[in-house]
């Protein structure tokens, strides 16, 4: 007979005696907890998908375009933490399907839009500086398409760095380093969005709620149409996206006085907007995954955020920042002519704040906060901190030079008055042999002495036999200057003009505040 047995042979019998099994029925938990497990599955495939894809779309440019002769990079703080640097830049190139939104269609590309914005060291505050495009800079040489490298220019159009050698790429690695040359600081990364990016990464979030101050028609948009022409955008509150996105950040005419200044107050009620839409949906991977997504297919960054694990890891790093400590605020400006000059010393002591992780309302963001600290009270022993004058106030101050170099005193006065203090005289200090700096003051001028002691690091402040301030530069100071380049040290942080301080945006603002010039 064969082997083959019926119900009930001894197959039967031996499955019900338990010698062999029957299987046995999963629980619910365990099913659950298979479901979950396939689940998780999938989203790590879908993940990867989305991280190859992403790294597949991110473009990068020339390292070597970057200048050799650079500002150092930020020394760690005590907890071993770095502000950053990032040049955001937004490209008019018509390239591909970008001339259907921007319209024209001239070649190459420029920088309708460059802020640098400055993470502090705390990652708990941030600022973005809008420069101006039409701001008169000096473009340090840049390296061109054919590897052959320019002249230095002086007295130029800012947005002109990003058009040399009118590519419908840009050039990134020529504005970072006019960024740098006009700064003094290091940029970390450099990131170029076009018109494509941008307006697909607005409707990745769902469109952002803007403001206008009043409605905008066909002829503001185009003023060549020599009519009003229909109702495009009513003035309020409303919710835009892609195209109509596009159009707020881009448009002059229609408002205040149909400046750029007043776009770029636009643009920083827009990014500030964007922000808190991205923060309200929750800053992780689920909401930038689909933001980065759309962004990357019309990005190009340098070579250290080349990769979609590196972008969306320094979006992470932001999401600890509060709306209302991310400020935005344009360089300090006034019209020359046609252009824009930057004001001096306005604009430098704006970067000097920045070079020393000084916010805009004056706090060191590169020290540890009260609240991080384990015992937060003040000591009862210790003295409040100076406030320093405030701005425009007319503190004199005398120079003298404690050393045998040459030229010190001139370049602590260039410092000095950059800060906005007032210097009534340079000279040699009687000792020659001076080891450190010191601020001497008179009667009553301890703050203002304390204020100028800021300007030179290690400096102690004592008072003296006569009225005023009086620094005395010491071999410390020399040292110092011997190393920097040539010219007027970039003064140390004092207080901010109202230029600065009383301009600022925070991203908490009214949407319908503060939205053009003039």
């Keep these: 007979m064969s082997g ?14 338990g010698g062999r099994r029957a299987r046995p029925r999963r629980s619910r938990k365990q099913k659950v907890l298979w479901v979950t497990a396939g689940c998780t599955a999938l989203l790590v495939l879908a993940g990867g998908a989305v991280y190859y894809r992403l790294n597949g779309n991110i473009a990068t440019f020339d390292g070597d375009a970057v200048s050799k002769d650079r500002p150092e990079a930020a020394k760690p703080d005590a907890q071993g933490h770095v502000p950053v640097n990032i040049l955001l830049i937004g490209s008019d190139s018509r390239g591909g399907n970008n001339s259907d939104l921007g319209g024209g269609q001239e ?13 502090y060291a705390d990652h708990k505050h941030a600022a973005g500086i809008s420069i101006p495009r039409d701001s008169l800079v000096t473009i340090p040489p840049c390296k061109l398409p054919n590897g052959k490298w ?19 790429q840009g050039n990134p690695a020529c504005a970072q380093n006019a960024v740098e040359k006009l700064t003094n600081m290091r940029v970390d990364h450099t990131i170029v969005v076009n018109f494509e990016g941008f307006a697909a990464m607005t409707k990745a979030v769902g469109g952002v709620e803007v403001c206008l101050p009043n409605e905008i028609r066909e002829g503001d948009l ?7 022409g229909k109702l495009l955008y009513p003035k309020g ?33 827009f990014l500030s907007a964007l922000i808190k839409e991205i923060k309200a949906k929750g800053m992780d991977p689920t909401t930038l995954l689909p933001v980065a997504d759309a962004a990357t297919r019309s990005l190009t960054v340098d070579q250290d ?37 930057l004001v001096h010393p306005d604009v430098d002591q704006l970067w000097a704040a920045l070079r020393a992780d000084r916010t805009l309302d004056g706090q060191d963001a590169s020290a540890p906060s009260a609240a991080a600290s384990e015992d937060p009270s003040p000591s009862p022993t210790a003295s409040p901190a100076p406030e320093p004058p405030a701005a425009g106030t007319d503190v004199k101050v005398t120079v003298l030079n404690g ?28 000792n020659r042999q001076r080891a450190t700096t010191v601020v001497d003051y008179g009667p009553g001028e301890r703050t203002s002495a304390e204020a100028v002691a800021k300007l030179f690091p290690g400096a102690g402040v004592q008072p003296g036999a006569k009225a005023g301030v009086s620094v005395v530069l010491g071999h410390d100071y020399a040292a110092t200057a011997t190393a920097a380049p040539s010219g007027p040290l970039p003064p140390a942080p004092g207080p901010l003009p109202t230029s600065v301080r009383d301009a600022a945006r925070s991203a908490d603002d009214d949407p319908c505040a503060n939205l053009s010039y003039g």
């Design 4 to 17: 083959r047995r019926g119900p009930g042979g001894a197959g039967a019998s031996r499955s019900r005696s």
């Design 107 to 119: 070649g190459g590309a420029r920088s309708n839009t460059a802020i640098l914005l400055h993470v």
């Design 150 to 168: 320019t002249k230095e220019q002086n007295n130029v159009m800012f947005n002109s760095a990003f058009a040399v050698g009118d590519t419908e």
């Design 222 to 228: 185009n003023p060549n149409l020599g009519r009003k």
């Design 237 to 269: 509150l409303q919710r835009v996206q892609g195209q109509s996105a596009l159009d707020y950040v881009r448009l002059r005419h229609g408002i205040g006085d149909g400046s750029d200044i007043g776009r770029t107050k636009r643009q920083q009620a």
């Design 305 to 341: 955020l080349g990769s979609a694990a590196k972008l969306l890891s320094f979006a992470m790093s932001l999401k600890d920042i509060d709306l209302h400590d991310v400020k935005f605020v344009t360089a300090p400006w006034r019209y020359e002519g046609p252009r824009v000059a």
């Design 403 to 430: 050393t045998s170099a040459t030229g010190l005193g001139g370049r602590a006065a260039e410092s000095l008055k950059a800060a906005g203090f007032t210097v009534t005289a340079v000279g040699n200090a009687p």
